[in-house]
T-cell receptor, first 113, second 113 residues
């Protein structure tokens, strides 16, 4: 069974204080790992897709990395507008025609001014 | 492009009542999905569709039915609502041939009393 565990559940940072969010996964062959951002009362917003170990992607203050067992979302010099819940999801190579995603419970990030 | 839209945004039902949630996408995506999101449990797949006229069960299908009569629309039905179906429902779509990224709608908040 595919599993995704995100840590920490909640993280409070001061503006400018860099940190990392962790996503550990167990999957029978990884097709892709996805990061989403979710603001309160809204739907998940796509950030990144990573396909193979060693791959990295960046967008503004965010950088996602991937190993064979986990992914990190690094946040450099965060701003209050980066406050949100960050979701990690995996897609297994065995998901067949469904292409379904297995989601973690998310990390709620709060950046204080 | 509106992307993925959902109707209604919020609904209160009494136990035993029925309702239909509507999802529409204007991106010509083949795949469409219905998820529910509950605190601490992440997003869970209810039903999905790999094309017009097709539907299939996801992780938590009991108590729900779906239909995809048109490519752009995916309907989620609750025939006899139960308090356990109180949740936030998200629709998503993806275009399988260009990658697996799923794009989400804004969500429908459902309260069953």
């Amino acid at each position: 069974e595919d599993q995704v565990t995100q840590s920490p559940e909640a993280l409070r940072l001061q503006e400018g204080e860099s940190s990392s969010l962790n996503c550990s996964y167990t999957v029978s062959g990884l097709r892709g790992l996805f990061w989403y951002r979710q603001d309160p009362g809204k739907g998940p917003e796509f950030l990144f897709t990573l396909y193979s170990a060693g791959e990295e992607k960046e967008k503004e203050r965010l950088k996602a990395t991937l190993t064979k067992k986990e992914s990190f979302l690094h946040i450099t010099a965060p701003k209050p507008e980066d406050s949100a819940t960050y979701l990690c999801a995996v897609q297994a190579a065995t998901s067949g025609s469904a292409r379904q995603l297995t989601f973690g419970s998310g990390t709620q990030l709060t950046v204080l001014p | 492009n509106a992307g993925v839209t959902q109707t209604p945004k919020f609904r209160v039902l009494k136990t035993g009542q029925s309702m239909t949630l509507l999802c529409a996408q204007d991106m010509n995506h083949e795949y469409m999905y219905w998820y529910r999101q509950d605190p601490g449990m992440g997003l869970r797949l209810i039903h999905y569709s790999v094309g017009e006229g097709t539907t299939a069960k996801g992780e938590v299908p009991d108590g729900y039915n779906v239909s995809r009569l048109k490519k752009q629309n995916f309907l989620l039905g609750l025939e006899s609502a139960a308090p356990s179906q109180t949740s936030v429902y998200f629709c998503a779509s993806s275009y399988s041939l260009r990658g697996e990224t799923q794009y989400f709608g804004p969500g429908t908040r459902l309260l069953v009393l």
